[in-house]
């Protein structure tokens, strides 16, 4: 799925004390206009190494977001899931990360419904890509739409 190598070096940014807040709604709008939150999901923050680059435009294509039937059963890195940060959405969505070292980074969840014991749910994975500079006086604030 990767050409590029895993670097744990380009990925310590994640471990780096920061200043930075990213704030977020994850959340897809239906066919007929009703909107679905990502509720009680984990949300993670990834650091835009060129592994995770790579992996991303691999996965998602030209997209941002990807149909949870669709998504790859590939290998990954062991080492790719310790160098991220997570949390997870309240009822409505919302999530936040805080004390984050300036530098992009990947924002991803799931946002699906539909009967649990279905064949078939709806929705998928969405993500963004955020960058904090060090500057902010503000929360960065990033919607998780999959557009």
């Known amino acids: ?3 590029s190598s895993f670097s744990a ?3 310590a940014v994640i471990r780096k004390p920061g200043t930075g807040t990213i704030v977020g709604h994850a959340f897809r709008t239906r066919a007929k206009g009703q909107v679905v939150n990502a509720a009680g999901e984990v949300v993670k923050l990834i650091p835009a190494t060129a592994y995770a680059r790579e ?6 294509e ?10 790859p059963n590939g290998q990954v890195d062991p080492l790719y899931a310790q ?3 997570t949390t997870k959405t309240t009822a409505r969505g919302r999530f936040s990360f805080d004390k984050v070292a300036p530098g992009s980074y990947f924002v ?5 419904w539909g009967e649990e014991d279905a064949i078939f749910r709806e929705g998928g994975t969405v993500y963004d890509e ?15 739409s999959g557009h």
């Open 108 to 112: 991803s969840t799931q946002v699906i």
């Open 83 to 85: 160098f991220t940060r």
């Open 130 to 144: 955020v960058t904090l500079t060090g500057k902010e006086t503000e929360p960065v604030e990033v919607i998780l």
């Open 55 to 60: 992996r991303f435009s691999s996965i998602f």
């Open 9 to 11: 070096e380009e990925a």
């Open 62 to 71: 030209k997209t941002k977001f990807l149909p949870h039937w669709r998504y």
């Open 1 to 3: 799925m990767t050409t």
